[in-house]
């Protein structure tokens, strides 16, 4: 009888072990898939933020870290990422964040040319209303596409609002809040950018992207 218990809780304690084994291989492997499409889904967005016409090296190897907690709307470091042309910085991506949309945090990405002009904006991840509020991602609207070519100075800042508040940019029927979050966002990044685009363009790579 004891010799059976023991035989029984050698076997459970093996097949424990096993199974804890198998779970790990099986994560690990889910993991780097995720990481691998992850930096596809990333390497997309980039390319269609800057024209691969305009640049020469691979946009997600030069990666820099912002710290900015009033540019980027978290006190928390994010990455942009800097094309350039025969080593000559022409454009840069600043991921940020929209910390006051309908349903929370909106995370964005801006692409900036070397002028300040901006050369397209995406949405990576937001939690807003369908039919509504979603429609700041492309699949849902082109909405976004009403920053390209933009710019901000000191004689049209008052102009980067929704029409509603007596701006240039459309707002959602039905949903003004997050659309007024999402042209405020995109205009603290241009801010910042005007500020200090010497400092970021010319700051050498310095940040892995953690993409889990």
Same mark, same amino acid.
């Given at each position: ?9 050698? +076997?459970?304690?093996?097949? /424990? ?5 198998? #779970? !790990? =291989?099986?994560?690990?492997?889910? %993991? ?45 470091? +994010?990455?942009?990422?800097? /094309? ?5 910085? #022409? !454009? =840069?991506?600043?991921?940020?964040? %929209? ?45 976004? +596409? ?67």
């Amino acid at each position: 009888m004891k010799n059976s218990m023991i035989r029984n809780g050698f +076997l459970l304690g093996l097949f /424990a072990l096993l199974c804890t084994a198998f #779970v !790990a =291989i099986v994560n690990q492997q889910t %993991a780097d898939k995720i990481i691998e499409q992850q930096q596809i889904e990333l390497r997309r967005t980039l390319h269609q933020l800057i024209p691969s016409s305009i640049y020469d090296n691979e946009l997600t190897q030069h990666c820099i870290l912002i710290h900015n907690e009033e540019a980027l709307g978290i006190d928390e470091p +994010l990455p942009a990422y800097i /094309a350039s042309y025969q080593s000559i910085p #022409v !454009a =840069i991506a600043i991921e940020a964040v %929209a910390p006051d949309g309908y349903n929370g945090n909106i995370k964005l990405i801006i692409g900036i040319d070397s002028q300040g002009t901006v050369l397209g904006v995406r949405t990576l991840t937001h939690a807003e209303t369908p039919g509504l509020g979603d429609k700041i991602d492309l699949r849902k609207s082109d909405w976004v +596409l009403s920053f390209n070519q933009k710019s901000l100075n000191s004689e049209d800042s008052k102009r980067w609002r929704v029409k509603k508040d007596g701006g240039d940019f459309d707002q959602f029927t039905g949903a003004t809040i997050t659309p007024r979050a999402y042209v405020n966002a995109v205009k603290n990044v241009l801010l910042y950018f005007n500020e200090n685009h010497e400092m970021l363009l010319q700051r050498p790579a310095n940040c892995e992207v953690d993409y889990q």
